[in-house]
């Protein structure tokens, strides 16, 4: 596994009164290995839609995606905005069924490590939806990904389980380290969690600016010293500020 | 469910059955038997062991038209919500098989390949398809995108994807089509009989109304409903519970 470079030169959908628009045009982007990067920016700018061509969900469009792999059916974990669980499996059914071959004893330490474990057995109709959350994640984790797309994970939830579902996320990660591409419009939690930023524009989508993230890991927990990085970002490149 | 909830059925089918003795003794006639007279004539007919052959004979030809036409059905009906251009093509086929009557379809079948079984099972068959494949292709069409994206990203296999993401969501639909079907391939049946063969429940009240036995014709009528009754009780109402027990 090696950097993941990213060259979309056009992305065009027809809308429903038969006229193209150009969604994404000319976003050149590199990921490099084992690093966590966000993306920001505005809501419908076509963050979605970037991450469905990387995960190949999505295939027409002119460009080039070189995922650095030596072999062709990459492990791609996608987080979805909603979990995208099936309701009439159970919880552990629904991350197995991720899985190619049986493996219990991953499938256990994810539940643990995310505090899941007593649910497992339950239909995902009666669980919160930040259970949910948490379960599309370990679904992600358990196929061990070469990459990890993350499409607002952590959208309506609440901010203390928000915060929790970051930091177990933060924690795996560790232990387990890949390429994760994180979508997000909420710039405190971009820097809570990247190691890069890149801000993109709204329609056609391309990359505005990419900033690296200087906070120690150990401090990411520290409001103060993430929202003085963001002031510190905002005066230092005042073209983001439209972005948000 | 509550004690009353369980009694107001019970209740409102011994009122139907006053209603018709009150009925039967105030008309005092051999069109109007009583729920005894046919009680009784029921009791016969099953001891003589004539309606159990002819019930088991028209169950039979049901359960063989329904299987094929439930199976045919879903493959086609799959088919069609998958594919616009095939959907688009048959649209017009489909039409006409389901606005053909029935007894027009029955009448053909004997006429093209004699009075035979396989003549009588076709044209059952040929009059539940269209329903099914109408059924099946718009739950087809209504299959959660999201949840066949997920599946595509997380590489399921086909068969994966049929049995863990397609089949749940199309079962609501299969059960529609089962249900309705049942109670039109029963109906469809009775006249396929009565028009070309010579046992089951269809020839026997044919049999019956050249007589004027209304007494025969109700006895059978009963066996019927309760065939069906128990069908429902027996194997779709717990295939539902099991199949839904993920709903809140």
Known sequence: ?244 | MSVSNKILPTLSFILLIALWQGLAVFINDNTLPTPIVVLTVFWQEIQSGQLPHHLGITLLRLIASFSIAMLLGCAIGIALGRNQKLDAFFDNWLVIFLNTPALVTIILCYVWFGLIESAAILAVVINKLPNVIVTIREGTKALDRDLLEMARCYHFSKKKTFLHVIWPQLHPFVMAATRSGLALIWKIILVVELLGRSDGMGYQLHLFFQLFDVASILAYTAAFIAVIQAIEVLILKPLDKKALRWKR
């Open chain 1, 1 to 244: 596994m090696s950097d993941i470079y990213i060259n979309i030169k056009n992305k065009t959908y027809s809308t429903s009164d038969d006229r193209q628009h150009t969604a994404i045009s000319d976003l050149q982007l590199t990921l490099p290995e084992n690093q966590f990067v966000c993306l920001v920016g505005p809501s419908g700018c076509g963050k979605t839609t970037l991450l469905n061509i990387i995960a190949n969900l999505d295939t027409e469009f002119q460009g080039e995606i070189a995922l650095g792999l030596n072999h062709n059916k990459p492990n791609i974990g996608y987080i979805f905005q909603n979990p995208r669980l099936l309701p009439w499996r159970t919880v552990r059914e629904n991350i197995e069924l991720a899985l190619n071959s049986p493996q219990p004893d991953i499938i256990d330490s994810l539940l643990e490590a995310m505090q899941l474990s007593s649910i497992q057995h339950s239909y995902p109709e009666h669980l919160s939806l930040g259970m949910s959350r948490r379960i599309a994640i370990i679904r992600a984790f358990a196929i061990n990904p070469d990459i990890l797309l993350m499409d607002e994970p952590f959208v309506s939830l609440d901010a203390p389980t928000a915060r929790q579902v970051r930091s177990l996320l933060i924690k795996l990660w560790q232990q387990r380290p890949h390429t994760i591409l994180f979508v997000t419009h909420d710039l405190r939690e971009a820097i809570a969690l990247a190691d890069k930023l890149v801000f993109l524009s709204a329609s056609p989508m391309s990359v505005v600016s990419e900033v690296k993230v200087t906070i120690p890991r150990a401090d990411r927990d520290n409001e103060e010293k993430i929202e003085s990085f963001r002031q510190q970002l905002l005066t230092q490149h005042p073209e983001i500020k439209q972005l948000l």
